[in-house]
């Protein structure tokens, strides 16, 4: 969905690719769990202002162990861990040899573990309060 939906159908036509529409939140983790990568592309408006903040959806699809895609827009960098960050001047044969590494859905969620583990979050909150409140 969406207004570049028209020029994406054309550019997919005849590959393996589908359009699904809006779909419920378990059904979305259901769909990634079963696909070979997740892709997020985002770019900023036209006032510069990033489309994307975090990409959540990054961090799910690598707790579920699937290999992860993103632009390096917004706040997808800091998401996408031990997946390919790509943009508009990105080859092509880079995407197809990040695939076709059959361990690159283990290393996101290795990445995925050693740095946003409960433990390391609950330790950066508790910091982020003692220093904003003076606590000890």
């Known amino acids: 969905d969406g207004p570049h ?14 359009f699904l ?3 419920e939140r378990q059904d979305c983790l259901e769909l990634i769990s079963q696909s070979s990568a997740l892709l997020l592309l985002s770019t900023a408006d036209e006032n510069g202002f990033n489309a994307e903040a975090l990409g959540l959806c990054l961090l799910e699809a690598a ?5 992860v895609i993103g632009s ?4 997808i960098p800091e998401a996408i861990g031990t997946g390919l960050l790509i943009d508009a001047e990105t ?12 361990d690159a ?15 390391r979050c609950v330790s950066f909150l508790l910091r982020l309060r003692k220093n904003s409140s003076g606590e000890n």
Do not use: M, T, Y
């Not at 939906?5 to 589908?18: D, F, I, M, T």
């Not at 707790?63 to 290999?67: D, R, W």
């Not at 080859?91 to 059959?102: H, K, N, P, T, W």
């Not at 859905?105 to 433990?119: M, Y």
């Open 72 to 75: 390096k827009c917004g706040g």
């Open 91 to 102: 080859d092509i044969s880079l995407v197809e040899d990040f695939l076709a590494d059959e």
């Open 105 to 119: 859905g283990r290393k996101a969620w290795e990445w995925l573990k050693d740095n946003h583990g409960l433990d």
């Open 63 to 67: 707790a579920l162990g699937v290999p």
């Open 5 to 18: 939906e028209g020029a994406l159908r054309q550019l997919a036509k005849g590959k393996n690719v589908h």
């Open 21 to 23: 529409g809006r779909r």
